[in-house]
C-alpha cells in the first residue's frame, strides 16, 4: 500500500499557473504507474496526466486533450514526489484533484479504475 499526500492546490485567475505536489510513502519497487485525476461535482473523476515508470525512470506519460501543452507531469524518484505543472489554466480546469499510485504496470495510465492507492485531494478553482 502507498499512501499520497497532495497539496499545492489553490485559487488562481484564468491565464495563471499552479504547481501540485504528491508525496508518496517509499517503495522499492521499480515498475508503477502515477497519475493525476480531477472530479467536479457531478461528473465522474477524469484523468489529467500519467506516468509509467519503469526501471525507475519514466517510460510512459499521457495527457488528457483538453490539457496538452499546458499541463506537465514529472516525477523525482529520490524524492518520491510526483509533479504537476498547470500552465494557462481556465475556468473549466476547477476541481478537485487527486494523485493516485498502482504497483506495477497498467494499461492505460489516464483510466482511475487502474489505481488503488488515492491521496485524499487538493481543490484548485480557476476564475474567469
Known amino acids: 500500500q502507498v499512501q499520497l499526500v497532495e497539496s499545492g492546490g489553490g485559487s488562481v485567475q484564468a491565464g495563471g499557473s499552479l504547481r501540485l505536489t504528491c508525496r508518496k510513502t517509499s517503495h522499492s519497487v521499480t515498475n508503477y504507474a502515477m497519475g493525476w485525476f480531477r472530479q467536479v461535482p457531478g461528473k465522474e473523476r477524469e484523468g489529467v496526466a500519467g506516468?509509467?515508470?519503469?526501471?525507475?525512470?519514466?517510460?510512459?506519460?499521457d495527457y488528457a486533450e483538453s490539457v496538452k501543452g499546458r499541463f506537465t507531469i514529472s516525477q523525482n524518484d529520490a524524492e518520491y514526489t510526483l509533479y504537476l505543472n498547470m500552465n494557462s489554466l481556465k475556468p473549466e480546469d476547477t476541481g478537485l484533484y487527486y494523485c493516485?499510485?498502482?504497483?506495477?504496470?497498467?494499461?492505460?495510465?489516464?483510466?482511475?479504475?487502474?489505481?488503488?492507492?488515492w491521496g485524499q485531494g487538493t481543490q484548485v478553482t480557476v476564475s474567469s
Open positions: 493516485a499510485a498502482r504497483v506495477g504496470l497498467v494499461a492505460d495510465v489516464l483510466r482511475p479504475d487502474e489505481y488503488d492507492n
Open positions: 506516468i509509467a515508470i519503469r526501471g525507475g525512470t519514466t517510460s510512459i506519460a
